[in-house]
């Protein structure tokens, strides 16, 4: 996962490098600017309107005043400017999407780079590369670690029992990430109790049965067709009476375009009022991830994410979109589909490991 | 409210070029973007749509638009031919005695179109058997097991056997006496090398008479890939593309047509056996670009109309698009809802009618939920017919005659008749629209005998 992306940022930098030095050298040279050409992406199409409404502009287009240009050059620094890096932030556009990242997180992404770079002075005697290591950490620290919580901790200082809900659209992991997770819990010294809140997919009860087998652990689950929320809500009861500390209740996938299942999954949110909810999604998921987040946060607000299908070359760009559209962190990655595949998601190490350091 | 929001700069960028009759290097150029914009955001694969914004860019200034075509038609045949050469028609599925497999990434609709897939040949009048493979997944026997008695197909599988390929085996000879075999396999992604293997191996023990790629509408960009390793393995002959009833728009489909050289063979559209569909490539390019389809419109609520009990009258939803939208419609429309999805996605669906014009109504238009429409229907069980047809009668008298026989609150009446003018109103904008496109595109579609055929909307 990632793997396309950093090689991307790789170049976004060395790119947005060139740009800026080539500005530097045409301000001595007082050269035309050179359109270079990029034949295997879409090409960038200047936003005119941006440009018009913007108060700094002077008649030559320049988004930076040529005064301040001059000066600038006359001290020995120069000024970045938003033309310079056109070409370079329309790549990054690119690079973003085509890691799945969706288009209007990609866009929030770059304006927070072009906010940090455009305008930025240096010494002409530094690089540029490291400001543009700085815009583009900043920009992705603040997207990709959202929130994030020490998961173990909160679920060992709650009161017990504590209730975990799953949810998510159809077939993107979430009965096998309890499965992983009942592990996960019970490997750390805690009992657990799984609840069968899919009334509705056919073998549902049968799956989720042959986990709870495998792990030796507790399931409750009622006839199919049966309510969820009620399922969830004996869990509970059960937990209560029996000490156990853990509760993690699945839910049948469902699509956010389905009203009824939407209000049912609100039902359960309810219902069960649940220490935790946590928005299952794929990472070979594409621009629908920011969508679907949104419209499950909405119906039973989110508290954490779960990434599963790590391990499927994904290019992991999902990640990236629902923790900027829900604010809540990334706890966890499924890589693959054995009970002991599951890590815990490290925003730090991966900005890091983006970013080469 | 779930609004198609896509298309929207598309079709404002194209509703700019209405008057024009030439267009401007300019012009296409902003249109090239906004169609760019689009594709990605359908999660098309970059370097396609790459492809696909070049040959829109250089085909828009070079041809010359026929006369009497305006600009923005010009463009639009172009955009639609290039997307439905790329895609193709639907896969050829031959009524006939056949072998199919299905593979695909864990979670996509495997086992779930097997089923579909099943009871769609058994409707066509063909023996259909579904053989489960999956040895892997917990519940995977008895998943398939339930969705075949749903589906009432005949089904194979052996819980105590651990071999899929034994399993691909016996299955076969088991059912025999069925016309269609349908292989339901684990799923697997290109990169579990052994996995990959044993599905080579299935195929070579069923040798399937075609293998089927079924993928996830929501996939991002690594269908490329995906499709790639999978066409490696077994040779992808088509593409189920499942959960279009989601909001995704299954560009991750185009571009594994275009990786496997094969075409779209179904949809999947819901979780029952028979939410399936054959594709059809208008509807599915429309989609793409958010710009909406009246034929998918018109199945959809054909199918939705003959499960309500209502069948006796013959409502069309294209009566919505002429003169008077009674609170019969409504209330037909409400109906229908539960099976179609709310007004305004059925609105999307229509050509030219889609998301940009919904993006200029208040939120709640078209939003009527469930519990509103519940008290709706008991209060217009407390209506004259005289009422129905014509509810500016109801004045407050009448309200208050309604409200008591409804056993409501008069207010609810007063809401019913305030909702009514609403979606009166918003039908009459879209009556109003444009220069006559829309009555343009109905009725070719009219001279087609419904159907659009190969040309579509803009042809
Ligand atoms: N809403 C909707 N759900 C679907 C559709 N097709 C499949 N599903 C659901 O998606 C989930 C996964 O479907 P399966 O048929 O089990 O997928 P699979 O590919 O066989 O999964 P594995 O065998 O686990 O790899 C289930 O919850 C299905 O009900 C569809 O077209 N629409
Ligand atoms: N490769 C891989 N497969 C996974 C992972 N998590 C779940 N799966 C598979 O995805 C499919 C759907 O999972 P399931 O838990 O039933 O999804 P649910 O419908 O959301 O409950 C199953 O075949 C799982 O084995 C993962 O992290 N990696
Ligand atoms: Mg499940
Ligand atoms: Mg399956």
Redesign the pocket.
């Known amino acids: 996962m990632f793997d396309g992306l950093k090689d991307k940022l790789d170049s976004f930098r060395e790119d947005a490098e060139a740009a800026a030095e080539e500005a530097a050298d045409e301000e001595s040279a007082s050269d035309g600017s050179d359109e270079r050409e990029r034949p295997d992406r879409p090409e960038p199409v200047d936003d005119q309107t941006e440009a018009e409404a913007d108060p700094d502009t002077d008649e030559d287009g320049s988004t930076v005043g040529r005064l301040t240009r001059a000066k600038a050059y006359a001290t020995g620094r120069i000024v970045i400017e938003e033309e310079d890096l056109e070409t370079p932030l329309w790549d990054l556009e690119m690079a973003l999407v085509e890691s799945d990242v969706e288009m209007g997180v990609a866009e929030t992404i770059l304006d927070r780079v072009r906010e940090e770079l455009v305008g930025e002075t240096r010494k002409q005697v530094d690089t540029t590369a490291g400001l543009v290591r700085e815009a583009l950490r900043e920009a992705l620290v603040e997207v990709i670690s959202v929130g994030q919580f020490d998961f173990d901790e909160a679920v060992v200082e709650a009161e017990s029992p504590v209730t975990i809900v799953f949810t998510g659209?159809?077939?993107v992991g979430k009965t096998t990430t309890i499965a992983k997770l009942g592990r996960y819990f019970e490997e750390r010294g805690l009992s657990v109790v799984i609840a069968n809140g899919d009334t509705y997919?056919?073998g549902a009860n049968e799956q989720i049965r042959e986990h709870a087998d495998a792990l030796g652990l507790k399931l409750i689950s009622h006839e199919q067709g049966g309510d969820p929320a009620a399922v969830v809500y004996d869990a509970v009861e059960y937990a209560e009476a029996n000490d156990v500390d853990v509760v993690l209740g699945d839910t049948?996938?469902?699509?956010h375009t389905s009203d009824d299942l939407m209000e049912q999954l609100s039902k359960i949110d309810r219902v069960v009022d649940p220490d935790m909810t946590l928005f299952v999604d794929e990472a070979v998921a594409g621009q629908d991830a920011v969508r679907r987040a949104e419209e499950f946060d909405d119906a039973a607000a989110v508290d954490g994410a779960v990434l599963t299908k790590a391990d499927a070359d994904s290019q992991g760009g999902a990640a990236i979109s629902v923790a900027q559209v829900t604010g809540k962190p990334i706890l966890f990655l499924g890589t693959g589909q054995g009970y002991d595949d599951l890590r815990r998601f490290d925003p730090e190490a991966l900005v890091a490991d983006l970013l080469d350091e | 409210m779930v609004l198609d929001d896509l298309g929207s700069s598309l079709r404002g960028t194209l509703d700019d070029l209405r008057g024009k009759s030439r267009v401007s290097e300019e012009d296409v150029k902003n249109i090239v973007r906004e169609i760019q914009r689009s594709l990605l955001q359908a999660d098309v694969a970059v370097d396609l749509v790459t492809d696909l914004s070049d040959a829109i860019e250089r085909r828009a200034l070079e041809e010359e638009a026929p006369s009497g075509t305006s600009a923005r038609d010009h463009v639009l045949r172009i955009v639609y031919e290039e997307m439905v050469d790329l895609i193709g028609d639907s896969t050829e599925i031959p009524l006939e005695p056949q072998t199919i497999m299905l593979a695909?990434?864990?979670?996509?609709?495997?086992?779930?179109?097997?089923a579909k897939m099943a009871w769609w040949f058994s409707k066509k009048g063909l023996r259909p058997a579904v053989i489960q493979t999956?040895t892997f997944?917990p519940g995977?026997y008895d998943?398939a097991a339930q969705m075949c008695e749903r589906a009432e197909v005949a089904f194979y599988g052996d819980p105590d056997e651990d071999d899929p390929v034994q399993i691909a085996r016996d299955g076969l000879a088991a059912t025999e006496d069925a016309e269609v075999h349908i292989v339901?396999t684990?799923?697997r992604h290109a990169l579990e090398d052994d996995l990959i293997d044993e599905i080579e191996e299935i195929e070579r023990a069923v040798s399937p008479d075609r293998s089927l790629l079924?993928m996830d509408a929501a996939i991002g960009q690594g269908a490329r890939e995906q499709s790639r390793e999978f066409d490696d393995a077994v040779g992808v002959g088509g593409v189920v593309v499942?959960?279009?009833?989601?909001t995704a728009k299954g560009g991750g489909a185009l571009t594994a047509v275009d990786q496997t050289d094969s075409s779209i063979a179904f949809l999947?559209?819901?979780?029952t056996v028979q939410?399936v569909e054959r594709f059809e490539p208008s509807g599915f390019v429309s989609r793409l670009l958010g710009m909406g389809d009246l034929q998918q419109l018109a199945e959809r609520v054909e199918r939705a109309m003959a499960e309500t009990d209502e069948a006796e009258d013959d409502w069309d939803p294209e009566d919505l698009l002429e003169g008077q939208f009674t609170l019969r419609d409504m209330r037909k429309q409400m109906q229908a809802m539960d099976r179609m999805g709310p007004l305004d996605q059925v609105m999307d669906m229509i050509p030219g009618l889609g998301g940009g014009m919904m993006d200029q109504l208040p939120d709640d238009a078209m939003d009527v939920t469930q519990e509103r429409l519940r008290s709706f229907e008991v209060v217009m069980d407390s209506m004259t017919d005289g009422e129905l047809e014509n509810p500016r009668v109801v004045g407050k008298e009448r309200t208050v005659r309604i409200a008591r026989g409804a056993g409501v609150d008069e207010s609810v009446v007063r809401e019913l008749l305030e909702q009514h003018r609403m979606m009166e109103r918003t039908l009459k904008q879209f009556q109003g629209m444009g220069d006559g496109d829309l009555q343009r595109m109905m009725r070719k579609m009219g001279d087609q005998g419904g159907g659009m055929g190969g040309a579509g909307p803009f042809g």
């Open positions: 659209v159809n077939g997919r056919a049948a996938g469902r699509l | 695909g990434l864990q979670g996509s609709g495997k086992t779930t179109t097997a999956d997944r995977a998943q339901d684990a799923g079924v499942t959960k279009l009833d989601g999947g559209t819901g979780e939410d």
